[in-house]
């Protein structure tokens, strides 16, 4: 594959840095009881959203999960009002009534990240349907976890997505793990996503979800296929969750041998490598770093400097009409 | 006025909606070429298109998340879930989704997803085919429901259902299919009381008797037949399920100072407990004796020849206003 260019490949780096300090963060806030709820963090995945997103256009759509804070802040959206959502505040990308797991920002084509398994692969059908209809070459991309493979949704929207030719790319993040139990003992084939593309005529494709140029150039083949009215892709990216699937699950029910090669090829060391052997001057790696971290800490103030929610919140936005109390 | 059945009510309202708006689009099982099992679709995917009346796969959950995604980008799509028991499948995307949205978003979206179910038995079919699924969405915020009882009804109320930007799950009583009602092409739904208005089908002024969707004509002819025995009853149909339209409803049950509720899903749990409750809160000075209840019972729907025995039929609902004038 073609290396990229170097102000692609900054960008990369630069997004998969801001995506794994944030989430870093995010744990860190968590721990201080100030996330409530729970949180799924997707650190040691970085490579897949970043990839994925600088292969996309502006006016695309994306579909992620609960696992999904990664994809929406590689798609551009500010850290500021995604940190603030995890916190529940009023100055959140909904007003803190999503929360960490049903990030939405239309303003970029982020039309939801979804907690029932499966969920949003059958509606990403839909805004594909919508493109069409309009006819413009709008894409929609839509991320799904090994464990989704599994479920009927997925089944329903590769064969509506085939069916109709919709310009759909499915990306199953495999991290080798359902919430907690292996995806090999609980799955009919090896490759929980490619072994089942053939089903529905489509072409198995695997790639290296750790490097993130493959992942870009797999991505983007993908997206041009599909632009040019090709058709879906489901695309299996191998991948590896550092931590556990939520909270502060230590994920001990991983071998130590598993957990020590995968940290080994943590994406983002890698592929500082990779930019250092190109001869990027390391300044430049170091100052993205900063800036990174920055961001991070500027976020994480103005977060927490936002308002509790006020109790209305919970009981507006019901219906149309604005209102709530129908049944009261 | 034309003389129409009440599915091809549905035919010309879903007509003049794809005529009226662009966006509006069919989805489901057998909609296009064959115009749906019960045909309330038929000749639309020929006059507008195969792209707007559109053939799906047999997977409701696939049906019902196309169309969430495409209410996302601004379409208005309706769709059809072949026969009540089929809606399961779908729940996911329903409950967990379709009705949540808005909320979670804090009104980023808006999804104005209309899903028709035929429902209710007296077809002779048996269980998945002729149930009452209305509760279980009743039971959900952010959903509208609602059950239309004749041809004229449910020419403008599945026009209302679709203008409406709350997603409506629509109930539409399979054995009045066939039944044949005056209705008036030509008017607008505007002129049309709202969608979340209930219908003094026949005014009385000793007992209200509360129903909707298949019961409206079983106990219109209750009414009719107790008039001839000096006994007065108001029937009116709710056609709104969520919201309720407490205020017709406690208007006549303040003047009668009795009320039954008929419905064919089962009672026990059923929107006839919510509704002799808030009565109960409402006009509890008013009342004569309780709120009674008319309805299938705490059983799977049964096969075709005992289903007589578990829809409530004329007898039953006249049984229950005559309890009613028992304390």
Redesign the interface.
Known sequence: MPEVPQSVALELYRKMTEIRLFEKRAYDLFMQNLVKGTTHLGTGQEAIAAGVSQAMNDDDYTFTTYRGHNHVLARGTPMTPVMAELLGRENGLMHGKGGSMHLLDTSRGILGAYAIIGAQLVIANGSAFSARYRGTRQVTVTFLGDGATNIGAFHEALNFAAVYKLPVIFICENNKYMEYTPIGAVTAVPRPAADRAASYGLEPVVVDGNDVEAVYHTAAAAIGKARDGGGPSLIEALTYRHGGHSRADPGKYRPAEEVKEWLAKDPIPAYRAVLLSRGVDEAVLDGIDKSAREAVDKATEEAKAGPEPRIELAETNVWADGGHAWRN | MSTLTLSRGLNEGLRKALEDDPKVLIMGEDVGKLGGVFRVTDGLQKDFGE?RVVD??L?E??I????????????R?VCEIQFDGFVF?AT??IV??LAK??????????LPVVIRIPFGGGIGAVEHHSESPEVFFAHT??L?VVACADAAEAFTMIQQAIA???PVIFFEPKRRYWDKAEVDTAAGPDSAPPLEAARVVLPGDDVTLLTYGPLVRTCSEAALAARTEGRSIEVIDLRSL???DMDTITGSVSRTGRCVVAHEAPVYAGLGAEIAARITEQCFYHLEAPVLRVGGFATPYPPSRLEEHFLPDLDRVLDAVDRTFAY
């Open positions: 792209h799906t796969p997977a959950s696939g019902v998340g196309t169309a969430i995604g495409l209410a996302l980008r601004g379409y799509p499948p996911d995307q967990s989704q949205m808005r909320y979670r978003s804090r009104g980023q979206v808006s915020a952010g509208r409406s930007d709350d969520s919201p309720l």
